[in-house]
């Protein structure tokens, strides 16, 4: 078929991070782009996940706030918290976002087909609701991710952190099957909020691939502050009782327990069922990931994929370095790349972790011979509030050339002053280049210039 008999030069399928991106600037190239989303413009980031998730950390991070003003001479008389406002008052931003991303893609000139579109071939796809047959030069997948529920015995009792934005009412007891990002995110909401949490993990580990040391701070200080863990107890069955509790029975462990909601957070996998990739020659990975190239490009030479779909770093922020990276390569001729290393993460529990380059563990096995230097302190913040919570500090560094590997930090605040301290190891800065910043008197960012 000759360029200009396709309908599209480029039809997206997912209109979330990497999705919309991706169509923006495709367009802004001169591409003729339309994209297909089947539930709302924005994106598992924008309508349920990144975004009203931060929203609900600072609602309830009020909690400790509210608590500690009295010592700052503030008499507050009565807390009284009211799930409903807070939920309804997320649920509204998500929508003005929504909005905001249709406005991106309309002022771009993208098409939008809000509806679910399938593909047919290698140039073509088809839309579910109209029956459409829509023929491109190039097809992008960006369906993303769907959060994994284990299989037991009510299961279907459970909810996922598809429905947990949208709760009736606040639990009073909430147990979360799994112990890694949307787990611990969500136990610290829920504790701040006032339901009583338990965790449970089949394994005995939480937030697998996070410093080790900070990991156990984060434990230490959750079950001070109420969550309760239970390790390597995989579920067995979930119960509904008469009453809409749920009974939680658990391998190693006699007795059921009682919540009012189960949470499940384990895992998302790539969102692929039903695309008809195999109308296309589309290969799949392993984990059910569509397997791409360096550029993006799947195993059909006219469909790329970006994004959670291609289950490489499950991170907005990459999905969207993806998608600019095709649009700019295919669309702009820019020889674009997207690169992976040193990529900061942050888990925002509560207190939120935050790392970027390799933990002490990778460190020794790539370069052998590493230093550790850290810092174990009370913020300010904390000593005023008779909070005996310790922020932890940890820097890793090639003792051979001083270079820095790693930042890894536990605390308040870590994710804000770790982006900063992020382009210094990414740059390749040293040890020394640290010591020789002054620092900025009295923050908890100082410590990293003050590190042992
Ligand atoms: P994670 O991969 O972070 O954690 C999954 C958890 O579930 C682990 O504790 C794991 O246990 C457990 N688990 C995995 N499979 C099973 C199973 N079959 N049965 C029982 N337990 C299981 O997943 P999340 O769902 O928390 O988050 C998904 C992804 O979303 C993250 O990987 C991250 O990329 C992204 N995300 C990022 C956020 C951020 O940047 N702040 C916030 C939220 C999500 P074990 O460790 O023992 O294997």
Redesign the pocket.
């Known amino acids: 078929m000759a360029e200009q008999e396709y309908d599209y030069d480029l039809f997206v399928i997912g209109a979330g991070s990497g999705g919309v991106r991706a169509s923006r600037i495709a367009s802004s190239h001169g591409a003729r782009v339309a994209v297909a989303e089947e539930y709302r413009v924005g994106g598992?980031c924008v309508i349920r996940?990144?975004v009203p998730?931060k929203l609900l950390v600072y609602g309830s991070h009020f909690a400790e706030e509210l608590q500690d003003a009295a010592n700052y001479g503030w008499t507050v008389d009565k807390m009284n918290f009211d799930w409903p406002t807070l939920r309804d008052a997320v649920n509204k931003d998500v929508d003005r976002l929504n909005a905001a991303y249709t406005s991106t893609l309309e002022n771009n000139k993208v098409e939008r087909f809000l509806e679910r579109a399938t593909i047919t071939g290698p140039h073509s796809v088809k839309l579910a609701d109209s029956g459409r047959e829509i023929t491109a030069k190039y097809i992008l997948v960006a369906t993303g991710?769907w959060?994994?529920t284990?299989?037991f015995e009510g299961a279907e009792h459970c909810i996922t952190?598809n429905e947990v934005f949208h709760l009736p009412e606040l639990p009073r007891k909430v147990i979360i099957?799994?112990?890694?990002?949307?787990?611990?995110?969500f136990a610290g909401i829920f504790n701040a909020l006032g339901s009583h949490v338990t965790v449970v993990?089949?394994?005995?580990?939480?937030?697998?691939?996070y410093d080790e040391t900070l990991r156990d701070r984060l434990l230490q200080i959750t079950m001070a502050r109420g969550i309760e863990y239970k390790f390597n107890c995989?579920?067995e069955k979930v119960v509904k009782r008469e009453d809409g509790c749920m009974e939680a029975y658990l391998k190693n462990q006699p007795d059921p327990i009682v919540a009012d909601v189960i949470l499940?957070?384990?895992?998302?996998k790539p969102k692929v069922e039903g695309l008809g990739l195999e109308n296309a020659g589309v290969e799949l990975g392993e984990r059910g990931e569509i397997k791409v190239d360096e550029h993006n490009r799947t195993s059909c030479d006219s469909i790329y994929a970006v994004g959670?779909v291609t289950d490489r770093?499950?991170?907005?922020p990459v999905a969207i370095r993806e998608g600019q990276a095709f649009a700019d390569r295919v669309f702009g001729g820019i020889e674009r790349k997207v690169d992976y290393d040193c990529i900061p993460?942050?888990?925002?529990s509560q207190p939120p972790l935050a790392a970027v380059g390799l933990t002490e563990g990778q460190a020794r096995n790539r370069y052998g011979n590493v230093k550790v230097y850290s810092s174990d302190f009370r913020p300010m913040k904390n000593v005023f509030g008779h909070r005996p919570e310790r922020g932890l500090y940890k820097m890793v560094v090639d003792a051979n050339t001083d270079k820095v590997l790693g930042i890894h930090m536990i605390g308040p605040e870590a994710?804000e002053i770790l982006q900063a301290a992020a382009v210094a190891v990414k740059a390749g800065l040293t040890k020394a280049a640290f010591d020789d910043t002054v620092a900025l008197h009295p923050s908890m960012a100082e410590e990293l210039v003050l590190l042992k």
């Open positions: 598992t996940g990144c998730k991710a959060p994994v284990p299989t952190s099957a799994g112990a890694g990002y949307i787990a611990l995110e993990n089949r394994s005995e580990t939480l937030l697998r691939g995989p579920f499940v957070a384990t895992g998302r959670d770093v499950q991170l907005t993460s942050a888990v925002f994710p």
